[in-house]
């Protein structure tokens, strides 16, 4: 009996239509892909920008190393 009520209910049921569901998702994923793209992109130029900022903190560590051996020199 409860295969014949399955059976109905498939027979008698709508035809359930996903297309718009299917496009969402298919635009959701576009999306995402978008934003990880631009969020490797931007990790990229901040990793860029660092490496920059801790060559740039060298040469400045560096001189004043030089600045303050300088002083010494000249205080002796």
């Known amino acids: 009996m409860a295969q014949l009520d399955l059976i109905s209910m498939a027979i008698l ?3 359930v239509n996903f297309d718009k569901v299917i496009k969402m ?5 576009a999306l ?6 631009d ?7 901040c990793e860029m920008q ?3 900022a801790e060559d740039d903190l060298k040469v ?3 001189t004043v190393a030089d600045l303050e051996k300088s002083i010494a020199d000249g205080n002796n």
Request: negative net charge; proline residues 0%; hydrophobic residues 25%.
């Open 13 to 15: 049921g709508k035809n």
């Open 25 to 29: 998702v298919d635009d959701m994923v």
């Open 32 to 37: 995402l892909k978008k934003e990880q793209q």
């Open 39 to 45: 969020d490797d992109d931007k990790k990229e130029m």
């Open 50 to 52: 660092l490496d920059k």
């Open 60 to 62: 400045l560590e560096t």
